[in-house]
Nanobody, 115 residues
């Protein structure tokens, strides 16, 4: 059984930084896409950033230039470096791995940015 566990969330002031991590355990093979999504209270879940096995990345317009996604395939881990955080970045951040036609989701980690 594959499980994804996020870490690194917390409370930070506006302009601060956080680094999120998401690691997969269990039998999971080549992970095609690793991604981060977020959901703020009263809003729909939205894509934040994705990184493919081919090395390409894609970001939501709202985080471009501030967030960086990276992956360590040997460790089945994806990271999200978040800089210059804003109050509107406050949300539950959830990672998703896509592998062999399946999607695996983590439980989420809370990020709160205080102004």
């Amino acid at each position: 059984q594959v499980q994804l566990v996020e870490s690194g969330g917390g409370l930070v002031q506006t302009g601060g930084s956080l680094r999120l991590s998401c690691v997969a355990s269990g039998r999971i093979f080549r992970i095609n896409v690793m991604g981060w999504y977020r959901q703020a209270p009263g809003k729909q879940r939205e894509l934040v950033a994705v990184a493919t096995s081919g090395g390409s990345t894609n970001y939501a317009d709202s985080v471009k230039g501030r967030f960086t996604i990276s992956r360590d395939n040997a460790k089945n881990t994806v990271y999200l470096q978040m800089n210059s955080l804003k109050a509107e970045d406050t949300a539950v951040y959830v990672c998703k791995f896509s592998s062999a036609g399946y999607d695996y989701w983590g439980q989420g980690t809370q990020v709160t940015v205080s102004s």
